[in-house]
């Protein structure tokens, strides 16, 4: 069974830094594109960020360009999220999701998404 | 960017009607056009990608179709366990974006 857990979210002040982690498990990691999507409170699905299977690709939402890194550890089968210069609109559930195809590139729908981890940026 | 439009943005409907959502994108998508439904406090869940194919163990009764810019999610015999938010995504170009999301109310 495919297993997403996301953590190290909390509450952060503006300007401060985060790291998320996710941890995978039930199925070959280093095969599969990872992805960071995000939702604010009451609000849509954003995605965030991107990285192939082999990290040759990353790919950042404008609104995160800049300050956000991704990575990915494939001896650890984790995926991480950076996030520098942290703002209020930052505010979100940030999900940890699993591209649908094996290899390949980030133009992939997402087939499994972790329970997500609350990020809240406020003075 | 491409942007996704779905509506309507909610809809009221009863269990074993028929529900359709559109989804327009500002530029063509081709087939690369993917529907997930999020139930309240969940996470989402993949429903249906490349514009109608069905993933494995999601139920006969939602069914996808369109191609281009203009796409649609239809809900044959709507079941209490649909009611849910709905979002299409493009999976065409990056950044891979979102509609704003159907609400589907009883």
């Known amino acids: 069974e495919v297993q997403l857990v996301e953590s190290g979210g909390g509450l952060v002040q503006p300007g401060r830094t985060l790291r998320l982690s996710c941890a995978a498990s039930?199925?070959?990691?280093?095969?599969?594109?990872m992805f960071w999507v995000r939702q604010a409170p009451g609000k849509g699905l954003e995605w965030v960020s991107g990285?192939?299977?082999?990290?040759?690709?990353?790919a950042y939402a404008d609104s995160v360009k800049g300050r956000f890194i991704i990575s990915r550890d494939n001896s650890k089968n984790s995926l991480y999220l950076q996030m520098n210069s942290l703002r209020p609109e930052d505010t979100a559930v940030y999900y940890c999701?699993?591209?649908?195809?094996?290899?390949?590139?980030?133009?992939?729908?997402?087939?499994?998404w972790g329970q997500g981890t609350l990020v809240t940026v406020s003075s | 960017d491409i942007q996704l439009t779905q509506s309507p943005s909610s809809l009221s409907a009863s269990v074993g009607d028929r529900v359709t959502i559109t989804c327009r994108a500002s530029?063509?998508?081709?087939?690369?056009l993917n529907w997930y439904q999020q139930s309240p406090g969940k996470a989402p869940k993949l429903l249906i990608y490349?514009?109608?194919t069905l993933r494995s163990g999601v139920p006969s009764r939602f069914s996808g179709s369109g191609s281009g810019t203009d796409f649609t999610l239809t809900i044959n015999s709507l079941q209490i366990e649909d009611f849910a938010t709905y979002y299409c995504?493009?999976?065409?170009?990056?950044?891979?974006?979102f509609g704003g999301g159907t609400r589907v109310e009883i």
């Open positions: 999701t699993k591209g649908a195809h094996p290899v390949g590139g980030l133009i992939v729908p997402s087939d499994h």
């Open positions: 039930g199925f070959t990691f280093d095969n599969f594109a």
């Open positions: 990285v192939t299977w082999n990290s040759g690709e990353i």
């Open positions: 530029q063509t998508v081709s087939r690369y």
């Open positions: 490349a514009s109608f």
């Open positions: 995504q493009q999976s065409y170009s990056i950044p891979l974006t």
